[in-house]
C-alpha cells in the first residue's frame, strides 16, 4: 500500500485535490489551478535537476498549491535560492504567452488564465514561511545573519496567525502549522560565506519576478472577468 502510494503520489494528488476544489470552485477554475500548479512545481524540478539533484516528483495540495521533492540538502545556499524562484520563474513563462495571446487574440479564457497564474505565483512569492518567497528570504538572510532565520521564521507565525484573524482562510491553518514546525527545526541554511555579488544578483531577480507579476496583473482585466469567463 505504502509502495503504490509513493509511486502513485502525484496522479492520486492531483485527482484528489482537482475533485475536492471541483466541489467548491467549480471544475473549469480547479482544472486551471491544478495546471498552472503542475507547471510551477515542475519548474523547481528542473531546477534542482539541472543543479544535478535527484528529484522525485510533485504532490497537489488542494486549494494550497503543490509540494516537489528534491534532495537539495547537499546544495549551497544560492543553489536553493534558484530553486526556491524556479517555480514562479516558470510560472511567467505562462503568465506572458496567455496575456500576449488575450491581447491578440482579444481572447478573455486567455486574460482569465493569465490572472489566476500571475496572482498565485505572486502570492507565492511573499516572503513568509512556507512560500517559496519565504524560502527565498530564508536563504538569503542566512548569507547576511544566520541568526535572522530564527526571528524571520517567528516573525512568519505571528504574521500567518494575524492573517489569518483577519480573513480566515482555513487553507492559512496549514501554512501555520509548517511555520510552527520549522520553528523547532535546525537552520539548513546556517554558516554560508556572503557573496554580495550573488546575493544582490539574487535578490534583483526576485524583486524583477514579483514586478513582472504586478504589472501583468494590473493590465489584465479584473477578478469579476474571470469568474464570467469561467463560470
Ligand atoms: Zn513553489
Aim: net charge positive; with cysteine.
Amino acid at each position: 500500500m505504502r509502495q503504490f502510494i509513493s509511486k502513485y503520489k502525484k496522479p492520486l494528488s492531483i485527482i484528489i485535490s482537482f475533485l475536492i476544489m471541483a466541489s467548491v470552485l467549480g471544475w473549469k477554475i480547479s482544472l486551471i489551478m491544478i495546471g498552472i500548479v503542475s507547471w510551477h512545481e515542475s519548474g523547481h524540478l528542473y531546477a534542482s535537476r539541472k543543479l544535478g539533484y535527484r528529484t522525485d516528483g510533485f504532490i497537489m495540495l488542494p486549494f494550497i498549491g503543490g509540494m516537489s521533492f528534491s534532495d537539495i540538502s547537499a546544495a549551497t545556499v544560492y543553489e536553493k535560492s534558484i530553486v526556491y524562484l524556479a517555480g514562479p520563474i516558470s510560472g511567467l513563462v505562462i503568465s506572458i504567452a496567455t496575456f500576449v495571446l488575450g491581447v491578440v487574440l482579444h481572447n478573455n479564457y486567455m486574460f482569465a488564465v493569465c490572472l489566476i497564474n500571475s496572482i498565485m505565483n505572486m502570492f507565492n512569492l511573499i516572503p513568509l514561511g512556507g512560500l517559496d518567497g519565504g524560502g527565498f528570504i530564508q536563504c538569503i538572510f542566512s548569507t547576511i545573519h544566520p541568526k535572522i532565520n530564527q526571528w524571520f521564521k517567528i516573525f512568519s507565525c505571528v504574521a500567518l496567525s494575524t492573517l489569518f484573524l483577519i480573513i480566515h482562510a482555513p487553507a492559512l491553518l496549514l501554512m501555520i502549522g509548517f511555520s510552527i514546525l520549522d520553528c523547532g527545526t535546525k537552520n539548513p541554511y546556517y554558516g554560508y560565506q556572503f557573496d554580495f555579488n550573488k546575493t544582490m544578483k539574487h535578490i534583483t531577480a526576485y524583486f524583477s519576478i514579483m514586478t513582472i507579476y504586478v504589472i501583468i496583473i494590473h493590465y489584465c482585466p479584473g477578478l469579476d472577468l474571470v469568474f464570467n469567463v469561467l463560470k
